[in-house]
């Protein structure tokens, strides 16, 4: 029972934080189920996807928000970087940063890119799991990159020498221009 009220509060939860700002306006969610949590994430409302992705890794991968630092996110963009900790650890707890790069979209500020850093094990497993991919990792080619593509998202993760980082960008807008032209049309065909 108190599984069925988790997953109803959670889905709830969800669909209540609709993202304002998307290249799919007025849908309020693309994706396949939303309890997975897996999404595209730029050019959507940064409110929206920082709140998925923290409920993922506290949900998923029982990490905390440790800080977040939105000095730089200035009235028109910036950043905003949020720090996650493990809830619980044996000896030193691993930690997991996201840094978004951000503008404003009709008032909202909108994710422009992403990149991920962290504890090497932390990395690996928020690329496995967020994304849901089953590519195996145990022997990669060389210190060969690995993307995949969700939506219009192309997230590359990068093995670095042993210090591994994803990024996420936008593989149909070259800039934040582009997207504004775009967004004001489906604003208009409301």
Known sequence: MNKI???F???TSLLAKSQEVSPFYP?????DNPARFTSQMTYFD????NTRTSEFL???MAMNVEKSDAAKLLHDGGKLTTTYVDKIAQGEASHLIITYDVV??????????????GDKKRVLSFFINFWKTSINFETPAGNSD???NMGQDVVKYFFNKGNPYITVTNSTYKNVDEFK???ENLKAKK
Not at 27 to 31: D, L, P, S
Not at 104 to 117: H, N, R
């Open 46 to 49: 940064l409110n929206f996807m």
């Open 146 to 148: 690995v993307s995949l």
């Open 5 to 7: 009220l988790l997953l």
């Open 27 to 31: 849908a309020k969610y693309i994706g």
């Open 181 to 183: 032209v775009h967004f």
């Open 58 to 60: 506290y949900y998923k």
């Open 104 to 117: 404003k979209v009709s008032d909202v500020y909108t994710i422009q890119s992403v990149k991920i850093t």
């Open 9 to 11: 509060f959670l889905m």
